[in-house]
């Protein structure tokens, strides 16, 4: 199949993209992923520390830990979507990173995610495609936020690629 | 609608978007990184495009009183938060959408980035448990709230509200700065793509034209 064979332009997958997440934004809500991982974390951490899990006023107050929450199963979807395509493309391989400064970047560039998403209360999808189409405030604080970051990170980068 | 229902239709959506996200190889992280260190803007592109159906269908319905606008007031944390995960999705190399598609494709290091994401998340918790900052959805109040950084709740909706015109007026303006700043980069593209051909032409006139075929196989039988 042609679908599987050649990349498809960017335009047109996010095109579909948007057209589908005003059907989600009138369904349920905006295409969001950190929402799903904050309550994968808390599902997780539950398996590990039980009812101590509860000591923590996050885990009660602002993420009760609960399985249905539909925001966990559109990154479980990503996940899913993209192995099939990657599959049927003939594209799946394990890649592992071997040099041992692209864990430590990998680590840190993680831990600065996973922070930055819950001290803001949105991640780079809210951001991009469901609060600055909103035209929510926050959507324009965000927006700077991460393109000031992008750019110090990117000069964070040039400079280690410059060794 | 049933949380059953509601995770089904949200499985399906992303199991789409993993799909198309996986087939074109756009990245979120490289439309910001890529246009910022090497003036190349293929998933830049996408992502404005993206975003002005999104403006027109979004506060097209918000006009009509329809859709689930995200609800939650407005504050600095904002700016701080997205500044540091900016920084992050950068040196990780990828962002919340391509941790999940790499992972998909059998790439470890996004399986990690993942990983130490919820790490991330779990540490966020307990600092969170201690200070109690930003405040949570459920203590927002939607009224500004200075000495919690908070300017409270402010989108198309509330614009409507308060000043009598459709949402989706102020959602072309926004469109219409979105296309302003398309337009940009393909004039930028355009004039890369004539400097390309400049150069082009001018290495081809400073290297010697090759020796006809024909006149090298005379000379050898010769």
Redesign the interface.
């Known amino acids: 199949m042609e ?2 064979r050649k ?16 059907f ?11 929402g799903g ?2 309550m ?3 599902l ?2 539950q398996t590990f520390l039980g009812d101590d899990l509860r000591r ?4 009660s ?3 009760p830990v609960h399985g ?19 599959l049927l ?1 003939r ?7 071997r040099r041992l400064s ?2 430590v ?34 959507g324009y ?14 000069m ?3 400079r280690i690629l410059e060794g | ?1 049933s ?2 229902a ?21 990245c ?2 490289a439309a ?2 890529d246009a ?2 090497f003036k190349s803007y ?2 830049t ?3 404005l ?3 002005m ?3 027109i ?3 097209g ?2 006009t009509l009183g ?5 609800d ?26 391509s941790t ?10 996004a399986l ?15 600092a ?2 201690w200070n ?1 900052w ?1 405040p ?4 927002m109040t939607g009224e500004p709230n200075l000495p919690a950084l908070q ?1 409270g709740f ?4 509330t ?1 409507q509200d308060k000043l009598g015109i459709p ?1 989706i007026a ?2 072309l303006v ?1 469109v219409a700065v979105l296309f302003g700043i398309y337009r940009a980069i393909l004039r930028k593209e355009m004039a890369q793509h004539v400097r390309h051909e400049q150069a082009a032409a001018a290495d081809a006139l400073e290297t010697p034209p090759a020796e006809p075929k024909v006149k090298v196989l005379a000379s050898r039988r010769g």
Not at chain 2, 154 to 157: G, S, V
């Open positions: 679908f599987f990349t498809l332009d960017p335009v047109i997958a996010l095109s579909a993209i948007a057209v589908l997440d005003v989600l934004f009138l369904v349920v809500g905006a295409w969001t992923v950190g991982e904050t994968m974390t808390g997780i951490a923590l006023p996050f885990w107050l602002v993420f249905d929450y539909w925001k966990i199963y559109i990154s479980l979807g990503m996940l899913f979507g993209a192995f099939a395509g990657a493309s594209e799946f391989y394990l890649r592992i990173p692209e864990w970047l990998i680590t840190i560039g993680g831990l600065l995610m996973g922070v930055g998403i819950r001290l803001a209360f949105v991640c780079n999808v809210s951001t991009f495609f469901g609060l600055t189409p909103e035209m929510n405030l926050g604080l965000a927006i700077s936020g991460i393109i000031a970051g992008a750019w110090v990170g990117s964070i980068y040039k | 609608m949380a059953i509601e995770c089904v239709v949200a499985f399906i959506f992303g199991s789409v978007v993993g799909l198309l996200v996986q087939r074109s190889r756009f979120n992280t910001l990184r910022i260190l293929r998933n592109k996408a992502l495009v993206a975003m159906i999104l403006t269908g979004f506060t319905f918000m329809a859709g689930h606008p995200l939650f007031d407005v504050g600095a944390n904002q700016f701080v938060g997205l500044f540091l995960f900016g920084i992050g999705m950068v040196l990780a190399g990828a962002c919340t959408v999940w598609v790499k992972t998909g494709e059998g790439n470890v290091g990690w980035a993942l990983v130490c994401t919820f790490i991330g998340m779990f540490l966020f918790s307990i969170w448990s109690y930003p949570a959805p459920a203590s300017l402010a989108n198309a909706r614009l949402a102020f959602g926004q």
